[in-house]
């Protein structure tokens, strides 16, 4: 049974902020703040794990936090874990993409990480610097990694000494920021990755560029297109942005026409998506919380507000629906259910 820790108290769920009730009529109570060790600030990508309920948070400067779901409580910092940005996992391992950048005495790599002694068993230098965005295929072995100074996507194994086994350069030749969070779809053998502006579909068969799609947003330091989910009940591809208006872009993956626009609180980072329940989740580290939006309705649902800077990742269980918010400034995830 899930208990809120006794520093955030009961009057923790008054934090609530939705928009005046909709169609759908979630709202959203915070259940539990939970505490992590490290470092205060940006930090980068939150992982749930549904293999074993433990989510995975990039800390600021350096390491990553294991936490376990059911007590609400970090059972292991690894600490050596330089700039810390993209992970997931696999039955037996959790792969981190460390990324110092630049220079010859830097870190940009695969750390590899036993899910039983939460101890690192591997590291596997990357071709590209600043590597961001990670996702395991976990039905045949691969490893997807791209890196923020490059503008190429590397293909590895799994395992404990992950082996290199191919380059696909993306688009466009010249980015201005590069690329960003990606979605990999494994029943349409694609990756829709985000770069610059732009939404492009990799084919992960042969490494192709399939197509891509100029959304027009205004780039900023922090990049254009972000975090992205397919919603495979509506064949739809959802992609935030840094630019609340226009914001939310809903997609045909098919052929990346524009099917609808929504307007977000503010930039969007990471987007997660709860199938269950319908609900997109689109963080937002300048508004302080995140958005939500209805699936099916293609509809604006709340605006949840933690109040604390940095709220830019996070992710949801899609069997308990529970939603875990990280807030950097804080260095703390905030916990939430979605109820009606």
């Known amino acids: 049974m899930r208990g809120v820790p006794l520093l955030v108290g009961l009057a923790a769920s008054a934090a609530l902020m939705t928009l005046p009730a909709l169609a759908a009529e979630y709202h959203f109570e915070r259940v539990a703040v939970i505490r ?12 749930f794990d549904p293999s074993n309920g433990m989510l995975y948070v990039s800390m600021a400067k350096n390491g990553l936090n294991v936490v ?3 007590t609400d409580r970090v059972v292991k910092y690894i600490d050596d874990v330089p700039s810390p ?3 997931d996992w696999d039955a037996n391992h959790v792969y981190v993409a460390a990324a110092d950048g630049p220079g010859p005495l830097n870190t940009n790599a695969i750390v590899v990480i036993d899910k039983k ?3 690192e068993v591997g590291r596997v230098e990357t071709q590209g610097t600043s590597p961001d965005w990670i996702h395991v295929d976990r039905k045949d072995n691969l490893i997807y990694v791209d890196s923020d100074d490059d503008n190429f996507m590397e293909v590895y194994s799994t395992g404990d000494h992950p082996q290199f086994k191919a380059k696909w350069p993306l688009y466009p030749d010249r980015p201005s920021t590069g690329p ?5 779809v494994p029943s349409l053998h694609s990756i829709f990755q985000s770069d610059d502006s732009y939404v492009e579909v990799v084919n992960t068969a042969t490494g192709a ?9 205004t780039l ?8 992205e989910i397919y919603d495979a009940k509506n064949h739809r591809l959802w992609v935030g942005t840094t630019n609340p208006n226009p914001g939310m872009f809903v997609l045909n993956p098919d052929t990346l026409a524009v099917i609808k626009k929504i307007p977000e609180k503010g930039g969007v980072d990471v987007v997660a998506f709860d199938p269950g329940l319908g609900l997109v989740y689109a963080f ?6 995140f958005d939500v939006y209805d699936a099916n309705t293609m509809e604006h649902v709340a605006f949840v507000s933690t109040g604390i800077g940095q709220t830019h990742t996070g992710d949801v269980d899609p069997e308990s629906h529970l939603v875990f918010a990280y807030c950097g400034n804080d260095r703390q995830v905030m916990v939430f259910k979605p109820t009606r």
Do not use: F
């Open 180 to 184: 960003d969070v990606a979605m990999a």
């Open 117 to 119: 002694t939460w101890t």
């Open 209 to 217: 560029i399939e197509r891509h799609m100029d959304t027009g947003v």
């Open 220 to 227: 900023t330091s922090k990049g254009g297109t972000k975090g």
């Open 284 to 289: 937002e580290g300048g508004a302080k919380g």
């Open 36 to 47: 992590l060790d490290g470092n205060t600030g940006h930090g980068d990508i939150t992982t």
């Open 68 to 70: 376990d779901t059911h």
């Open 85 to 87: 940005n993209g992970s």
